[in-house]
């Protein structure tokens, strides 16, 4: 079965971290660029980072910069993203995305900066 599986959201103050992760299955984790989106309550998806297959280019959306950090780990089938400094405007649930002809996401993980 095809599927990601994220982890790693909760709640944190401004200014904290948090490390996502994304576990994929059923195919090769490898061979796919990954993506991770955000959703804040009330607005629209909204691109965060995308990690090319091999784990060795990235881009990020502005707002993000200098903050979070991308990453995969090809043996472990998993994805992460790091995010530091953390600020109420980056509360939103969390998805990762394989990107393909056919995108895989995953179910969320719902990040809250709040004090």
């Known amino acids: 079965q095809v599927q990601l599986v994220e982890s790693g959201g909760g709640l944190v103050q401004p200014g904290g971290s948090l490390r996502l992760s994304c576990v994929a299955s059923?195919?090769?984790?490898?061979?796919?660029?990954m993506r991770w989106v955000r959703q804040a309550p009330g607005k629209g998806l909204e691109w965060i980072s995308d990690?090319?297959?091999?784990?060795?280019?990235?881009s990020y959306t502005e707002s993000v910069k200098g903050r979070f950090t991308i990453s995969r780990d090809n043996a472990k089938n998993t994805l992460y993203l790091q995010m530091n400094s953390l600020k109420s405007e980056d509360t939103a649930v969390y998805y990762c995305?394989?990107?393909?002809?056919?995108?895989?996401w995953g179910q969320g993980t719902q990040v809250t900066v709040s004090s």
């Open positions: 995305i394989r990107m393909s002809s056919s995108p895989i």
């Open positions: 059923g195919f090769t984790f490898s061979s796919y660029v």
């Open positions: 990690i090319n297959s091999g784990g060795d280019s990235t």
